[in-house]
C-alpha cells in the first residue's frame, strides 16, 4: 500500500511564505506524476502544481510566479514553496501521486491534506 504524509500548513499573514512537504512510502511505480492540489470551501479541487509522469512541470495561473514545486526522486518527496501567499489561497492543500501499476491499472493516491490559511 503506498502512504502520502504531508506537512507544513499552517496560519501565515498576506504577504508571507510556507513549504509543505509529501513523502510517499510504500510500493511506487515509475514513472509517476506527483504534486499538491487544493480544496477551499465550497469549490471543486484545484491543481496547484505537479510533475507529470514525463518530468515536466504543471502551475495554475494563480500560482504562476509565486509558488515552487520541487521534487526528490531518490526520497520520493514532493514540496511546494509558497510565497507572497493571498487570503484567497486559504485551502485544504492535499499531496498527490499517481502511476500505471503492476497490472496496468491507473493508481491514483492521496495524502489527508494539510490546512492553509492566509489571513492577518
Known sequence: QVQLVESGGGLVQPGGSLRLSCAASGRIFSPNA???????????????????????????DSVKGRFTISR??????????????KPEDTAVYYCNLRFIGVYGFRLNYWGQGTQVTVSS
Open 72 to 85: 526528490d526522486h531518490a526520497e520520493n518527496t514532493v514540496l511546494l514553496q509558497m510565497d507572497s501567499l
Open 34 to 60: 506527483m504534486g499538491w492540489y487544493r480544496q477551499a470551501p465550497g469549490k471543486e479541487r484545484e491543481l496547484v502544481a505537479a510533475f507529470t509522469e514525463g518530468g515536466s512541470q504543471n502551475y495554475a
